[in-house]
C-alpha cells in the first residue's frame, strides 16, 4: 500500500485515484498519522457487502435476547405532568 503525505496527495490526486483504480489502496497521512486510505468504488462496495454479511439479523438479535424471567430494579421516578 502506497503512502502519501496529505500536500502530495493533493497535489497528486489523479496519480492517488489512478492507483486505487489499479487495484492498490493509497493510505493518506496528515501530520504523520494515518488519516484515510483510498479505495476504488469496486473494493468499497465488496468490503460493504462483507460486513453486511457477517452482521447479525433482527431475528439473531431478538432471539440473543436473555429469557430468564429475572426480575430488575425498576428506578423510583415521577410521572410527568402534561399542558394542555
Do not use: C
Not at 503525505?5 to 492507483?19: E, I, T
Not at 484515510?36 to 452482521?55: G, I, K, M, T
Amino acid at each position: 500500500m502506497n503512502v502519501w503525505p496529505l500536500q502530495d496527495a493533493k497535489n497528486r490526486f489523479s496519480a492517488v485515484v489512478d492507483a486505487a483504480l489499479a487495484g492498490a489502496p493509497q493510505r493518506v497521512t496528515r501530520r504523520g498519522k494515518p488519516a484515510v486510505v483510498v479505495v476504488s468504488v469496486e473494493e468499497y462496495e465488496r468490503l460493504r457487502h462483507l460486513e453486511r454479511a457477517q452482521a447479525p439479523s433482527l431475528a439473531e438479535l431478538l432471539l440473543a435476547i436473555p429469557q430468564d424471567d429475572g426480575e430488575f430494579e425498576r428506578l423510583p421516578l415521577e410521572p410527568r405532568s402534561i399542558d394542555l
